[in-house]
Every structure is written in C-alpha cells, then in structure tokens.
C-alpha cells in the first residue's frame, strides 16, 4: 500500500519559516518524482515545486528565492524549506509522487495545513 505522509505545517508570522515533509512509503521512491501542490480557498490547486528522481527542481515564480525543494532518498522522504513566508502562501500544501514521464501525479498525500498570519 502506498503512502505519502505529510508533516511539518503550522501557524507562523509573515517572514517565518516552516519545514515540510512528505514521507514516502509502499514505492521505489528514488524512481519517483514528487512535486508539493497547494491550494488555498476558493482557489485552484497549484503546482509550487518538483524534484525529479535525478534531483532537478523546478519551482513557481512566486516562491523562487525563498522556497526549496529537497529529497533524502535513505529515509524516502521530500522536504519544502519554505522561508520569508508570506499570507498568500496560506494553504494547504500536498506532496505528491509520479514516474518521471507520467504526466499527471499517481499517488497524493492527505495534506498539511499552512497559515502565514500576524
């Protein structure tokens, strides 16, 4: 059974940080590519960063500079430092895993809050 498990959201001030991550289990992980998505009421979920197998990262132009991308392929899990956070990152944030040449994600996570408010 395959599982990604996210961690690491909360409630921090304009300008913090937060650590996510989204641990893998049930998959080949250092095969997959993961990508974190986002999605904030009443708005469309939104692709926020990619990490392929090979450890290429991609990333939206609103979080570049202050978001990154990372993987530890011994403990099957994907990280999102997410620093000089703003309250338009406020959302709830998905990991999510693929083949690299799949074009859409196969397997989600249940998801972990995120709240950038004074």
């Known amino acids: 059974q395959v599982q990604l498990v996210e961690s690491g959201g909360g409630l921090v001030q304009p300008g913090g940080s937060l650590r996510l991550s989204c641990a893998a289990s049930?998959?080949?992980?250092?095969?997959?590519?993961i990508g974190w998505y986002r999605q904030a009421p009443e708005k469309q979920r939104e692709l926020v960063a990619v990490?392929?197998?090979?450890?290429?990262?991609n990333y939206t132009d609103s979080v570049k500079g202050r978001f990154t991308i990372s993987r530890d392929n011994t403990k099957n899990t994907v990280y999102l430092q997410m620093n000089n956070l703003k309250p338009e990152d406020t959302a709830v944030y998905y990991c999510?895993?693929?083949?690299?040449?799949?074009?859409?994600?196969?397997?989600w996570g249940q998801g972990t809050q995120v709240t950038v408010s004074s």
């Open positions: 049930g998959i080949f992980f250092r095969i997959y590519t």
């Open positions: 999510a895993a693929k083949r690299e040449y799949m074009t859409t994600y196969t397997y």
């Open positions: 990490i392929v197998n090979g450890g290429s990262t």
